[in-house]
């Protein structure tokens, strides 16, 4: 590609998520997870290490914040100073946000992270050179540099434990940065499948790894453009819109309206794939 | 799926060595470094196997004692991954981090590979053949009464050949320890229900108070109670469901309560009687026996015994009085003391009192093979085995799936009694404390290596036989599936009557095919109708289910007053039982080491969880190393400051601070098991783990707490992350 065609051209080449005139064709993946379902069990996340290949650090590599945790339980308590947290803890499943306007895809100086056509935010580990560009611009702290090459570090995945490894998924080297696919080697071979049988991906075919151990099921993933997915429908209840011009629905009417999907950092237009149910609590007792 | 042409005996063959036809073909990664095997192509591939396509087996996991069907993904001939089995009536498809992290039990670099005999320190590897013979030498000339079997809770038809075996050597003795099973709370069941474990229905209860039973985390069956938990929360017609929690250290499940309420360590019958008598007061009926009991227990008193608000008693007698049904749950939190029984009875007259029984307590399915049914591990039977040892009456001693020298309070002396015991064997996947002991060591396939079958003792919708098979080849060859040993064991006994069983998985398909009427399979021809049962990794029992027999009553039941202040020893002990770590038998598994835990993101280590106003009365800070110091010993520990407990308690978890176990687990953290006093209920003689009281002092040294939480250590800084919103201010009813 010369300079003068990416310049004449660029917004053919650079367009920026999500946009009316060029809307997603066949698959937008999106997940909704519901925060009042949501027990803060940690399925998720070790489901997450046996699909991803994630390495486990050891707890020095922890300290330093090297651990590699994809899809982390954060936990949070009242700032209100009462003696007890008597409403018990919020517990948010933190992973990458796929945002259609990602903050981390501007900044890598070598395109190893850029949007695919079914709203994915991809990252090329090939591409990558470990600039950590990206992280330092991720609002959700959710990318993970490989510090060290774990396959040939002690105790990470010795003897045996290496024929556990996914052979769907690459394990990574060192100086490449990672982050949550929301699986898409689950998602790839769903729509090959179904490319074979001349269809698209049914609602429910595939189901990230989070999603498919959540005891609670309060994962919901899916298709955005197909109007009846689950996602969608959920998306659609909560009135949040992907490509939300300025502000939610919710978040127009004074006091907020009755309503409980958000998406984190809505504020810096992000466009988040991820929507957020708020956590209830009863107010009877 | 199968052309009729297809031979059957293959294809018994493939499903029923589950994977092992793949296995064979597929790489085993060093034999092929090593030059010893060569990577080949399939000249002819077995039909289902396609070279980067997974094939799914179904088995049962073995990580805990809820045993939820399982899928295995497999690849090659390896197995990659575990998912819940979707047709499970325990877990619907679902599966929790410790049962996932399955796989890495298997995979275990450390896992004993070899039959090792006792030689000085060392263990010294021994031909199968010969430790059997050794076994069948020691045991002569040795009376029945003499030998006994320790395990954890155990079901199927290694049950079977297990009790089999100890009647054949004449031998009454076996003990059945689980350090932390829920033992009082089933005799309290039993009393109030006529039944161990009922069926509780979360999902039509439109409240649920629980005293301290962590069914999102620990407690019996959490997989499936967490999705139970997932129907309650969800408003149909029922309403979105109120969950209420009571007890003096925060579990998982108090995290997710609308309303934790924090209660003096021992007091909660108390506040249950208390809770009773608010409902009579409010015009709900009382029986006369409970009256009688309920009537001393005013708001006033019981919110100065308990430490709970008087007007939050009321408030809760109100909302139970006005959404019925609810269910009232005891857990080991409430059970935990030297009146634990009577917490539990208290508690069960709640559920009594507002007619949950046969609502949302109901009858569990009928286990139609009480041979196979589950024989539940309790923490009195170590103590009798103990006294035994003690008394030198044990002379041959076998020992599976429990450690005892790791979980049994010091004051047992356990492992210094286990030392009089001439001749001990250990079948074991690890060399744990326990069978580091052993004077023979025999190594076990794991379980994603075995046969077996089991009942689980929280039966779900209904009761079932869940079959464990292969998912793939055996990853060391000179391991043994326990099954095959037990057999082995039993032909040098009974040979006659168990010489036409060649291994352990032809008399499993026999046992169970001979069954096969009464197990759904009646006009099958026993092929199909094994193919099938291997297939769907579960057997459906038809069974009626019981009725509940409610006849107790509430009259002599006497609850002792809180606890005095005690001088030299402040603070209650509350040893957790966290999700991943419970009884510290998974401690090697990194995965759960890595995995933070859920309350403080503490990860790979112990830590004393101290309320921050009793921190700041001993002036003590974030991770301090603090001494905690019992009547049985002393542990030291990072100091973590939790808000979500008792001012007069501290918490640490249980699970950590092995000495052996391997590279995961040895030297991480320290043994609270170590500090226990021996102290029991008084009725049931069960270890009251709660009753402990410690004090604390600082050691000077101070560390950084490795965890997951920020700087700020969990709180949102002002920033909308994690959001929540009140009943009053949500509209759920259309919610999709």
Same mark, same amino acid.
């Not at chain 1, 993933?221 to 009846?228: A, Q, T, Y």
């Not at chain 1, 309206?257 to 409980?260: G, V």
């Not at chain 2, 004692?65 to 690849?75: F, M, S, V």
């Not at chain 2, 009626?544 to 006849?551: D, I, R």
């Given at each position: 590609?010369?300079?003068s065609?990416?310049?004449e051209?660029?917004?053919k080449?650079?367009h920026m998520?999500?946009v009316?005139?060029k809307p997603?064709?066949?698959?937008?993946?999106?997940?909704?997870?519901?925060l009042?379902?949501c027990?803060?069990?940690n399925?998720?996340s070790?489901?997450?290490?046996?699909?991803n290949?994630?390495p486990?650090?050891?707890k020095q590599?922890f300290?330093a914040g090297q651990?590699?945790?994809w899809?982390?339980?954060?936990?949070?308590?009242?700032?209100?100073g009462?003696e007890?947290?008597?409403?018990?803890?919020?517990?948010m499943?933190?992973?990458?946000?796929?945002?259609?306007?990602?903050?981390?895809e501007?900044?890598?100086?070598?395109?190893?992270t850029?949007?695919?056509?079914d709203g994915?935010?991809?990252?090329?580990?090939?591409?990558c050179?470990?600039s950590?560009?990206?992280?330092?611009?991720?609002?959700?702290?959710?990318?993970y540099?490989?510090?060290?090459d774990?396959?040939?570090?002690d105790?990470?995945?010795?003897?045996?434990?290496?024929?556990?490894?996914?052979?769907?998924?690459?394990?990574?080297?060192?100086?490449?940065m990672?982050?949550?696919?929301?699986?898409v080697?689950?998602?790839?071979r769903?729509k090959?499948n179904a490319?074979t049988?001349?269809?698209?991906?049914?609602?429910?075919?595939?189901?990230?790894?989070?999603?498919?151990a959540?005891?609670t099921?309060?994962?919901t993933?899916?298709?955005?453009?197909?109007?009846?997915s689950?996602?969608?429908k959920?998306?659609?209840?909560?009135?949040?819109?992907?490509?939300a011009?300025?502000?939610?629905?919710?978040?127009?009417?004074?006091?907020g309206?009755?309503?409980?999907g958000?998406?984190?950092?809505e504020?810096l237009?992000?466009?988040?794939?991820v929507?957020y149910?708020?956590?209830?609590?009863?107010?009877?007792? | 799926?199968?052309?009729?042409?297809?031979?059957?005996?293959d294809?018994?063959?493939?499903?029923g060595?589950?994977?092992?036809?793949v296995?064979?073909s597929g790489?085993?990664n060093?034999?092929i470094?090593d030059?010893?095997?060569?990577v080949?192509s399939?000249?002819?591939?077995p039909?289902?196997?396609?070279?980067?396509?997974?094939?799914?087996?179904?088995?049962?996991?073995?990580?805990c004692?809820?045993?939820?069907?399982?899928?295995?993904?497999?690849?090659e001939?390896?197995v990659?991954k575990?998912?819940?089995?979707p047709?499970?009536?325990?877990?619907?498809?679902k599966?929790c981090?410790?049962?996932?992290a399955?796989?890495?039990a298997?995979?275990?670099?450390d896992?004993?590979?070899?039959?090792l005999?006792?030689?000085?320190?060392?263990g010294?590897v021994?031909?199968?053949d010969?430790?059997?013979?050794?076994?069948n030498?020691?045991l002569?000339?040795?009376?029945g009464?003499?030998?006994a079997?320790?395990?954890?809770?155990?079901?199927g038809h290694?049950?079977?050949?297990?009790?089999?075996?100890l009647?054949a050597l004449?031998?009454? $003795?076996?003990?059945?320890?689980e350090a932390?099973?829920?033992?009082v709370?089933?005799?309290?069941?039993?009393?109030?229900y006529?039944?161990e474990?009922p069926?509780l229905?979360?999902?039509?209860a439109?409240?649920?108070?629980?005293?301290?039973?962590?069914?999102l985390g620990?407690w019996?069956?959490?997989?499936n109670?967490?999705?139970?938990?997932?129907?309650?929360?969800?408003?149909?017609?029922?309403?979105?469901?109120?969950?209420v929690?009571?007890e003096?250290?925060?579990?998982?499940?108090?995290?997710?309560?609308?309303?934790?309420?924090?209660i003096?360590?021992g007091?909660?019958?108390?506040?249950?009687l208390?809770?009773?008598n608010?409902l009579g007061?409010?015009g709900?009926s009382?029986?006369?026996d409970?009256?009688?009991?309920?009537?001393a227990?005013?708001?006033?008193r019981?919110?100065?015994?308990?430490?709970?608000?008087?007007?939050q008693?009321e408030k809760?007698?109100?909302l139970?009085?006005e959404?019925?049904?609810?269910?009232?749950?005891t857990g /080991?939190?409430?059970?935990?003391y030297?009146?634990g029984?009577q917490n539990a009875?208290?508690?069960?007259?709640?559920n009594r009192?507002l007619?949950?029984i046969g609502?949302?307590?109901?009858? !569990?399915?009928?286990v139609?093979f009480?041979?196979v049914?589950?024989?539940?591990?309790?923490r009195?039977?170590?103590q009798?085995?103990?006294d035994?040892?003690a008394? %030198?009456?044990?002379?041959?001693l076998?020992?599976?799936?429990t450690n005892?020298v790791?979980t049994?309070p010091?004051?047992?002396?356990?492992?210094e009694n286990?030392?009089k015991?001439?001749?001990?064997?250990a079948?074991?996947?690890?060399l744990?404390?326990t069978?580091?002991e052993?004077?023979?060591?025999l190594p076990l396939?794991s379980?994603?290596?075995?046969? %077996?079958?089991?009942?689980?003792?929280?039966?779900?919708?209904?009761?079932?036989?869940s079959i464990?098979?292969p998912?793939?080849? #055996?990853l060391h060859?000179n391991? #043994?599936g326990?099954?095959?040993?037990l057999?082995?064991?039993?032909?040098?006994?009974?040979?006659?009557?168990? #010489?036409?069983y060649?291994d352990?998985y032809s008399?499993?398909?026999?046992?169970?095919?001979?069954?096969?009427?009464?197990?759904?399979?009646?006009?099958?021809?026993?092929?199909?109708?094994?193919t099938?049962?291997?297939?769907?990794?579960?057997v459906?029992?038809?069974a009626?289910?019981?009725?509940?027999?409610?006849?107790s009553?509430?009259?002599?039941?006497?609850?002792?007053?809180?606890a005095d202040? $005690? /001088?030299?020893y402040p603070?209650?002990?509350? !040893?957790?039982v966290?999700?991943?770590?419970?009884?510290?038998?998974?401690?090697?598994q990194?995965?759960?080491?890595?995995?933070?835990d859920p309350?403080?993101?503490?990860?790979?280590?112990?830590?004393?969880?101290l309320?921050p106003?009793?921190?700041?009365?001993?002036?003590i800070?974030? %991770?301090?190393?603090v001494e905690?110091?019992?009547?049985?010993?002393?542990?030291k520990?990072q100091a973590?400051?939790f808000?979500?407990?008792?001012?007069?308690?501290?918490s640490i978890?249980?699970?950590?601070?092995?000495v052996?176990?391997?590279?995961?687990?040895?030297d991480?953290?320290?043994?609270?098991f170590?500090?226990?006093?021996?102290?029991v209920?008084?009725?049931?003689g069960?270890?009251a783990l709660?009753?402990?009281?410690?004090?604390i002092?600082k050691t000077g040294?101070?560390v950084f707490i490795?965890?997951?939480?920020?700087?700020v250590? %969990?709180?949102?800084?002002?920033v909308?992350?994690?959001?929540?919103v009140s009943?009053?201010?949500?509209?759920l009813?259309g919610?999709v």
């Open positions: 590609m010369s300079v065609n990416m310049l051209n660029w917004s080449f650079r998520h999500p009316d005139d997603h064709e066949e698959y937008k993946w999106a997940m909704a997870i519901d009042d379902a027990s803060g069990c399925a998720c070790v489901a997450c290490y046996a699909e290949n994630l486990v650090v050891g590599k300290d651990q590699m945790h899809m982390r339980i954060e936990r949070y308590w009242d700032d209100d009462r007890f947290p008597d409403q018990g803890a919020q517990f499943p933190m992973l990458c946000q796929q945002c259609e306007a990602a903050p981390c501007t900044v890598c100086p070598v395109g190893a850029n949007h695919t056509a994915l935010n991809s990252q090329v580990y090939n591409r050179i470990g950590r560009y990206c992280s330092a611009n991720c609002p959700f702290k959710v990318r540099f490989n510090w060290y774990y396959p040939t570090t105790n990470v995945w010795p003897a045996e434990m290496t024929q556990q490894l996914n052979p769907d998924v690459t394990v990574r080297g060192k100086g490449v990672e982050k949550c696919t929301f699986c080697q689950r998602l790839e769903a090959n490319r049988e001349g269809r698209l991906v049914h609602d429910g075919e595939v189901q990230t790894a989070c999603q498919q959540c005891p099921s309060a994962i993933f899916g298709n955005l453009v197909e109007p009846e689950k996602v969608a959920k998306w659609a209840h909560q009135q949040v819109e992907l490509a011009k300025d502000v939610q629905a919710k978040d127009e009417q004074e006091g309206s009755d309503l409980r958000y998406r984190i950092f504020e237009r992000a466009y988040p794939s929507m149910l708020e956590r209830v609590r009863e107010s009877a007792i | 799926m199968i052309e009729n042409s297809f031979n059957r005996r294809f018994l063959k493939v499903l060595w589950g994977g092992t036809a296995a064979l790489c085993g060093t034999s470094q030059g010893v095997e060569t080949v399939y000249v002819e591939p039909e289902y196997a396609i070279p980067g396509i997974s094939v799914y087996f179904n088995s049962t996991c073995a990580q004692d809820a045993g939820c069907n399982i899928t295995g993904r497999l690849r001939g390896r990659l575990l998912e819940g089995n047709n499970s009536v325990i877990n619907h498809g599966l981090g410790l049962g996932q399955g796989v890495q298997h995979y275990n670099p896992r004993v590979r070899e039959p005999l006792r030689n000085g320190d060392k010294e021994i031909a199968w010969k430790a059997l013979g050794l076994i030498e020691k002569s000339g040795v009376k009464d003499e030998i079997f320790l395990t954890g809770g155990l079901s290694v049950k079977v050949l297990l009790n089999n075996y009647e004449g031998s009454k $003795n076996h003990y059945a320890y932390v099973s829920p033992s709370v089933r005799a309290a069941n039993k009393k109030a006529g039944v474990m069926r229905r979360l999902d039509k439109k409240v649920v108070v629980s005293f301290g039973a962590d069914f620990a019996v069956s959490p997989v109670f967490s999705q139970q938990y997932a129907k309650f929360r969800k408003a149909d017609e029922n309403g979105r469901g109120v969950l929690q009571i003096s250290k925060m579990t998982l499940t108090g995290a997710n309560a609308d309303r934790w309420i924090v003096r360590p007091t909660e019958g108390i506040l249950a208390g809770i009773v608010a007061a409010s709900v009382l029986p006369a409970v009256a009688a009991v309920s009537k227990y005013s708001s006033e019981v919110s100065k015994d308990t430490g709970v608000p008087a007007e008693i809760l007698a109100a139970l009085k959404r019925s049904p609810s269910l009232v749950i /080991s939190a409430a059970e935990g030297a009146h029984s009875a208290a508690i069960a007259l709640l009192v007619g949950n609502k949302t307590i109901e009858a !569990p399915a009928n139609p009480p041979q049914a589950v024989t539940t591990g309790n009195s039977s170590v009798a085995l103990n035994s040892l008394n %030198g009456k044990i002379k041959v076998f020992s599976y799936g005892p790791f049994a010091t004051a047992l002396k356990f492992k286990l030392g015991v001439p001749f001990k064997i079948f074991a996947h690890y744990d404390e069978s580091r052993a004077d023979l060591v396939d379980a994603l290596e075995d046969w %077996g079958t089991s009942v689980p003792e929280y039966l779900g919708e209904a009761s079932q036989l464990q098979q998912l793939m080849e #055996k060859p391991t #043994k326990l099954g095959d040993i057999l082995a064991l039993l032909k040098q006994r009974r040979e006659k009557e168990y #010489k036409d060649e352990f008399y499993l398909r026999s046992a169970v095919v001979k069954n096969k009427s009464a197990l759904g399979g009646s006009g099958e021809d026993d092929d199909t109708f094994w099938n049962t291997l297939s769907n990794g579960i459906p029992f038809s009626s289910s019981n009725n509940l027999s409610a006849k009553s509430a009259a002599g039941l006497v609850l002792p007053p809180p202040e $005690n /001088s030299g603070l209650h002990l509350i !040893p957790s966290t999700a991943s770590l419970r009884d510290g038998r998974h401690a090697n990194p995965w759960l080491q890595e995995s933070p309350l403080t993101t503490i990860v790979w280590d112990s830590w004393v969880e309320h106003k009793t921190a700041a009365k001993l002036g800070v974030e %991770g301090d190393i905690v110091t019992s009547r049985s010993g002393s542990v520990a973590y400051l808000p979500g407990i008792h001012p007069d308690a501290v978890p249980l699970g950590n601070g092995h052996a176990l391997g590279r995961w687990a040895k991480v953290g320290v043994n609270a170590g500090i226990l006093d021996q102290v209920d008084k009725e049931t069960e270890l709660n009753e402990t009281r410690v004090k002092s040294k101070r490795v965890k997951d939480e920020g700087a250590g %969990g709180s949102q800084a002002g909308k992350i994690a959001v929540r009943t009053d201010d949500v509209e009813s919610e």
